[in-house]
């Protein structure tokens, strides 16, 4: 194999020996089985609680169908949901009665009837539905359906994708956690998991060497840690041939290093907050897992790039449930984050301030070990005793937001966040962009700012609507959340070109503790034409004494423009007057302030019925409109942002 970062760290341990190192991997993942009662029965009263009632409203509610008409949708009408949200909901009904049935401990024979263990059967039910589908892909990734022009999946051409992952990474932790209880209720399953993950995962994985996930191109994305991960828990787990299990983690972290190669230093990630989660931490989870089985030689976790990437959840926190969300990452994080994995990794690398952001998000969100996050990762949270203890813990220590830096520059993804006070969320918050328009889930967004006022975001990104099959296809920039004109940036007689030439230049930033300050040449965002320079400079101030601080946005340009228009999307009430308008949403306002003279303000609301949009936002978001009365051939314009009273 190539010699990569990870290769270079694990050194010969990727040679020979490495099937040895290997030998017997089940007793050293991190989760015990099912018969470890030590361990689940120790799980603490209200973690366990909330385990067992969403397992008892699963049974409740009937099984999700995987039927081909929704699959066929996505080539009918675009519509991905109809199949792939029954595919996440029968995943995490199976998820949580696995959880069920471990905690619980229940098991019967094969031959004994009625419900005598009714979160395993419901389990085996759910587990042989998986194994019946025809795929495990999600209709808008299976390129080889597509290129035969059918609309009905071939079982016998597997493709790999983020669906076959989740569902081959189900099968591994189930049949590894409740493996013993399954030899005895349902004799043959483990036998049939093990046949539909080779045909559908592994042996594709090892057939096909040049899927375009893997990113050998030097473009991975998040999909290459997310199907490397469930590969190695497949190969882990499930693969009984040691030379061949050694064989499949090479491959691993042959392809696993595209990925880690190319990481910036900053530990940045241009997908954005939610897509943290589906790449960056995997990568996380990957080495716990690998050192795991393998001891020293296989330990990586030791490279300096991870205590960055680690830190860039906090980083981009802006209070609450709300987050800087740059490119298709929604505003607010959904209740089904792995917060241990980020605790854990605080513990290790000595980050206290990361540990207690995640116990913070775990809290928030309501759910230490939520089930939705994957089989996997909610196992091991609940084997943690120090996390559940953590999260369950009736009162957190009153020290603020420790994790919540005064001002923070990520200088390769080019993105800059400063508050108003270090270590809480009162007050104003300002994160602005530089970047290009060629980034992964790209919006076109370049220059583009936030600002927030008690971790409340008011000036804000809409975010990503429900994802279609045009959404990553050439017409992706039709839908008007993608495009600039949704975006705070300026409009200079064009909006923003997609691509990653179409970019900012001339990045500056300035952090001296009274000023927060980036400036940038965006002109290079827009097509050529009688642009000549376009300069936006933010600055969050910090006035000594009593003054308040403000947000002023600065732009200059140059150039015989048909028009000019500073755009701004706002959430939340907005009055509109002369020079000046009021942002106000739940408790927390911001006031606007131009020269009335020099622009003309006009407002229009944007109805939200796109489910995802309406989640973040409520109903509405409004969209306010500086169109300066005469750009000229040159020409200043100051929009301040200051807490509203």
């Known amino acids: 194999m190539t010699t990569g970062v990870l290769g270079a760290s694990f050194r010969s ?13 089940a007793g050293r993942v991190g989760v015990p089985d099912v018969t470890c009662r030590e361990v689940w029965d120790g799980v603490p009263h209200p973690v366990r609680e909330r385990v067992l009632a969403g397992a008892r409203a699963e049974l409740a509610r009937p099984e999700p169908r995987l039927t081909a008409g929704a699959w066929a949708r996505a080539a009918r009408d675009g519509d991905r949901g109809a199949y792939e949200d029954r595919a996440w909901e029968l995943q995490e009904r199976v998820s949580r009665l696995v959880l069920a049935a471990v905690l619980t401990g229940e098991v019967a024979d094969a031959a004994d009837a009625g419900e005598v263990c009714p979160h395993l059967d419901a389990a085996v039910d759910g587990l042989v539905r998986f194994a019946e589908a025809s795929t495990w892909c999600w209709a808008s990734h299976d390129r080889f359906t597509a290129a035969r022009g059918e609309v009905v999946p071939d079982a016998d051409e597997p493709y790999l994708d983020l669906g076959a992952a989740e569902v081959a990474a189900l099968f591994a932790w189930a049949d590894h956690v409740l493996g013993p209880h399954l030899e005895r209720r349902a004799p043959g399953l483990r036998r ?9 995962v592994l042996a594709p994985f090892e057939r096909v060497r040049d899927w375009r996930w ?16 469930a590969v190695l828990a497949s190969a882990l787990l499930l693969c009984e041939d040691e030379a061949r299990r050694a064989g499949l983690v090479r491959l691993v972290v042959e392809g696993l290093d595209h990925y880690v190669a190319v990481l910036p230093d900053d530990g940045g990630v241009d997908e954005g907050i939610a897509y943290w989660w589906a790449g960056a931490c995997r990568v996380l989870e990957v080495l716990d897992l690998l050192a795991g089985v393998g001891g020293p030689a296989l330990d990586a976790r030791a490279l300096p790039l991870l205590a960055q990437l680690l830190r860039y959840p906090q980083r981009m926190h802006l209070g609450g449930s709300w987050y800087v969300n740059v490119g298709d990452a929604p505003p607010r994080l959904s209740g089904d984050r792995p917060w241990h994995v980020p605790y854990r990794w605080g513990v290790r690398l000595g980050q206290p301030e990361t540990s207690a952001h995640a116990v913070a998000g775990a809290r928030q969100e309501g759910d230490p070990a939520p089930p939705r996050a994957g089989l996997g990762r909610a196992l091991a949270a609940l084997a943690d005793p120090r996390w559940c203890g953590a999260v369950a813990a009736e009162s957190a220590p009153d020290d603020g937001s420790p994790w919540l830096a005064g001002e923070v520059w990520l200088p390769r993804l080019e993105v800059l966040v400063a508050r108003q006070e270090a270590s809480s969320a009162q007050g104003l918050t300002v994160a602005v962009k530089a970047g290009h328009n060629g980034e992964h889930h790209n919006h076109l967004d370049v220059g583009s700012y936030w ?19 045009q959404t990553f296809g050439p017409d992706r920039y039709a839908a008007w959340p993608f495009r600039s004109e949704w975006h705070n940036v300026p409009e200079p007689g064009h909006p923003q070109c997609p691509g990653g030439e179409f970019a900012a230049r001339e ?10 300050v980036l400036s940038a040449e965006l002109s290079g965002a827009y097509p050529a034409g009688p642009l000549t320079s376009w300069n936006r400079t933010v600055r969050l101030v910090r006035p000594a004494g009593a003054a308040g601080a403000y947000v002023d946005v600065e732009d200059t340009w140059r150039g015989r423009l048909p028009y000019a228009r500073l755009r701004h999307l706002l959430s939340g009430h907005v009055e509109l007057g002369d020079g000046w308008a009021r942002v106000r949403a739940q408790g927390a306002g911001v006031v606007m302030h131009w020269d009335a003279a020099f622009a003309a303000a006009s407002t229009e609301q944007v109805e939200l019925d796109d489910p995802l949009l309406r989640a973040s936002w409520g109903a509405f978001l409004t969209r306010l409109t500086l169109t300066v009365r005469a750009p000229g051939s040159a020409g200043r314009a100051v929009v301040r942002w200051e807490q509203a009273g």
């Open 214 to 229: 893997i990113g050998a191109d030097g473009n991975p994305n998040n999909w290459n840690p997310w199907i490397h991960s």
């Open 13 to 25: 341990a990727l040679g020979p020996e490495l099937a040895g190192l290997l030998a017997g991997p």
């Open 451 to 469: 600002v927030a006022v008690d971790g409340r975001p008011l000036v804000v990104d809409a975010g990503r609507p429900r994802y279609t099959t």
């Open 507 to 516: 990045v500056a930033v300035s952090l001296d503790g009274a000023r927060s």
């Open 192 to 200: 049939r998991l093990r046949r539909e993950v080779d045909l559908r």
